[in-house]
């Protein structure tokens, strides 16, 4: 990937805020870095926005509400359809913006180019069929209307992992559901979201209903927004601390909330399962994006019998995984984000290893510029370990044997967390068993990754509430009236 094609690319991204439809310094002139986790090199300087300017968004996302709930259907569904095939056309670039942001390879960035498009497909088309009802009561004595409005204004909190998908799942829906929006990027990754917004201008985009805030003061900037009375509805996606921290703040105005937060997901393989397979589904949901996903899967719980050959396996495959700048030609492990990743990722090995497991592949920080962590494989992990516990969000596989089913399912059910459960098992009874027994919001049965535009995406306990995605996900954005209407034949 040549250096002029980055660089004009980077050129081509905004580097001010959006704000009432225009592009405009933050207040103060105040200015953030961004720089590529594979090099540690700044990569562009964008603005900063103060509380004042996440006042001025606010306030241009309210006054632009009124005539956007009141466009038509098809306008709000063809508009989001025209950003859709302007990011078809534009998809090389996109990919390599968050490569360059994130780090993830190029590959899999095109990948999330496909999979965060097709939010605007499926809500643009979702627009168009928002509905309600309308009958007469059970006693005769009226007739009853109830219609669906959009909540209003809405704060959307994106995380750095999924630079697009993120903004599109939550964007896309609002916008189709009637609302207006004020989003604020991850500061870690803000110019993808930057580059999608000047898309959506192109795409036809109404001055007001979107605005973009890249801060590195968030709490600062969020606070105010959220506690604002003409706000009502937020969004976040990102860890259970601060959603939680979050929702205390969005209590204080009743807010429609939508939380998408941290993960522990269990994979659960059983002495049955088609071993081919599930390893194939472990590299996939344990590495996908470098292991920074929080559907990633995080404890690897084998039965006994198929432990050491499930392991062989896999350690064969990460072994020869290749480590890089996600441009590179042949790249599957790209860089963490930050030097806290790649510290956090050691010290969960660490305690791992001090308590008795096995390192069968890696486990080293990787010398030089950027923020690399080798692929690992860890086995016979012991209970009361550290890794077991916590969101790993990084490239280490983790594995653990069990007995029995009740065991297997005691172990995966053993967290706070309830966002997603991956099994593997030939048995349709113990399929079916899982998806009762499972204390998670989603749950991938012989796959190894299961996120798709068209299905619910949110998790149970400190996973999160509300969906984001399918038929469920634009509800996320409406509210409900009933009215009644005196017996036209009274």
């Known amino acids: 990937m040549s250096e002029s094609r980055e660089s004009a690319l980077l050129a081509d991204v905004p580097d001010g805020l959006f704000i009432g439809g225009r592009w405009r310094a933050a207040e103060g002139g105040r200015t953030l870095t ?174 007001g209903v979107v605005n973009v805030l890249t801060t590195s003061r968030s709490g600062a900037v969020s606070e105010p927004i959220i506690r604002d009375p003409r706000l009502r509805k937020l969004s976040f996606t990102g860890s259970t601390p601060v959603g939680q921290r979050l929702l205390a703040q969005a209590a204080e105005g009743v807010l429609r909330t939508s939380m998408e937060l941290g993960g522990n997901a269990p994979f659960l393989v059983f002495d049955d399962a088609d071993l081919d397979r599930a390893v194939d589904g472990a590299l996939a949901a344990k590495f996908r994006n470098v292991g920074q996903a929080c559907t990633a899967a995080n404890r690897f719980l084998v039965h006994r019998s198929v432990a050491d050959e499930f392991a062989a396996r896999v350690t064969e495959r990460v072994t020869a995984m290749r480590i890089g700048r996600g441009t590179e030609e042949g790249v599957v492990i790209g860089p963490l984000i930050d030097d806290r990743a790649v510290a956090k990722a050691h010290a969960l090995v660490t305690d791992a290893v001090e308590r008795g497991a096995t390192v069968r592949t890696g486990g080293r920080e990787v010398p030089g510029p950027g923020t690399f962590y080798e692929p690992t494989v860890v086995s016979d992990v012991q209970f009361g370990s550290d890794i077991l516990r916590e969101e790993i969000f990084g490239p280490v596989l983790a594995i653990v044997p069990f007995d029995d089913e009740d065991e297997a399912v005691r172990l995966a059910n053993d967290t706070e967390y309830g966002l997603v459960s991956y099994v593997y098992t030939e048995s349709l009874a113990r399929g079916q068993r899982m998806i009762d027994r499972l204390e998670t919001g989603m749950m991938g049965l012989n796959v190894g990754v299961l996120s798709n535009a068209a299905a619910p995406f949110g998790g149970w306990k400190l996973s999160g509430l509300g969906r984001e995605g399918g038929a469920e996900g634009i509800d996320e954005y409406l509210q409900t009236k009933y009215t009644l209407t005196a017996d036209p034949y009274a």
Request: charged share 25%; with cysteine; net charge neutral.
């Open 34 to 207: 961004v720089r590529d986790p594979a090099t540690g090199q700044p990569v562009k300087t964008i603005a900063d926005a103060s509380v004042a300017d996440g006042a001025a968004a606010l306030d241009a996302a309210d006054a632009a509400f009124p005539a956007w709930s009141r466009t038509p259907h098809r306008e709000r569904a063809e508009l989001l359809r025209r950003a859709f095939d302007l990011l078809q056309e534009r998809r090389e670039d996109v990919a390599l913006l968050m490569t360059v942001e994130m780090g993830k390879p190029l590959a899999e960035a095109r990948g999330e180019v496909t999979y965060g498009g097709e939010f605007l497909r499926w809500f643009g088309e979702e627009a168009a069929r928002i509905q309600g009802r309308y009958g007469a009561n059970p006693e005769g004595t009226g007739r009853m209307i109830v219609s669906r409005h959009a909540v209003g204004p809405c704060y959307l909190i994106t995380p750095w992992n999924f630079p697009l998908a993120m903004a599109t799942r939550k964007i896309a829906p609002a916008l189709a559901a009637g609302c207006t929006v004020v989003i604020k990027p991850a500061e870690l990754t803000p110019l993808t979201t930057l580059y999608f917004t000047k898309l959506l201008q192109d795409a036809g985009l109404p001055a």
